[in-house]
């Protein structure tokens, strides 16, 4: 099992940014791959950016460039700083955990809101 605490998030205008964390109650080591995901009201949950065990990062097309990933492996914590922010990143931000052999197991945080405004 893997618990995840997330903090950060808020109000930002466009162009702001804003950084958000997860802390994992666990080793990230053991952890497959730790991600952000981000629902707007009305849409699917959709992948943000990930990263793997042995740190390879992806991101989706929407926040290249804007979004960064990263981890803090002695705090087990994994970040999302979002630069040069837009409306259209409003949503709830969850953060997830795969583990298993089999990549077959999901964990999420209580997610956080981010809202872009004026």
């Known amino acids: 099992q893997v618990q995840l605490v997330e903090s950060g998030g808020g109000l930002v205008q466009p162009g702001g940014s804003l950084g958000l964390s997860c802390a994992a109650s666990r080793n990230i080591f053991t952890i497959n791959a730790m991600a952000w995901y981000r629902q707007a009201p009305g849409k699917q949950r959709e992948l943000v950016a990930a990263?793997?065990?042995?740190?390879?990062?992806n991101y989706a097309d929407s926040v290249k460039g804007r979004f960064t990933i990263s981890r803090d492996i002695v705090k087990n914590t994994v970040y999302l700083q979002m630069n040069s922010l837009k409306p259209e990143d409003t949503a709830v931000y969850y953060c997830?955990?795969?583990?298993?052999?089999?990549?077959?197991?999901?964990?999420w945080g209580q997610g956080t809101q981010v809202t872009v405004s004026s």
């Open positions: 997830n955990a795969n583990v298993g052999p089999n990549y077959d197991y999901d964990y």
């Open positions: 990263i793997t065990r042995s740190g390879y990062t």
